[in-house]
């Protein structure tokens, strides 16, 4: 998984050859944060509008509902990811300090849920109503 700050500006040929045409095994994977400048719909449908149409495989590797008083499109993300079939890890279940504890999902390790997890669990489009059991677990 590679991701780099402005990389999801750079998704398509105009900036060259993708990593991935030289990933013959098809291994490479792209990671986009989308915290403050995700914060309007057009921005969160542009990038991974624009990933899926240039082939670049892509996952919004983290993303909350604000970072530093700035809210994001959490919606979005998890809508456009859904009907575009590009996965996401919602930030993050436990364990962060300050500024930042509103990003926590949950308030222990094993519960309950934040409303931030909540939110993230219960969205149309979110965990509960999108995920299936991994096969091992089956």
Request: with cysteine.
């Amino acid at each position: 998984m590679s991701g780099a700050p402005g990389m999801p500006d750079a998704l398509g040929p105009a900036h060259g050859a993708l990593p991935s045409a030289n990933d013959p095994e098809g291994n490479l994977l792209f990671s986009v944060h989308m915290y403050g400048n995700y914060a309007d719909a057009s921005r969160v449908d542009s990038v991974l509008n624009q990933a899926r149409t240039n082939g670049v495989p892509i996952v919004v590797g983290e993303f909350g509902w604000q970072l530093q008083g700035v809210n994001v499109a959490w919606q979005q993300i998890l809508s456009s990811g859904n009907s575009l079939g590009i996965g996401y890890t919602a930030w993050s279940w436990k364990g962060n300090g300050s500024p930042d504890e509103g990003l926590d999902m949950a308030q222990d390790w094993n519960g309950p849920l934040t409303s931030w997890g909540q939110n993230v669990m219960g969205h149309q489009c979110g965990i509960s109503n999108t995920s299936e059991p991994a096969s091992i677990f089956q």
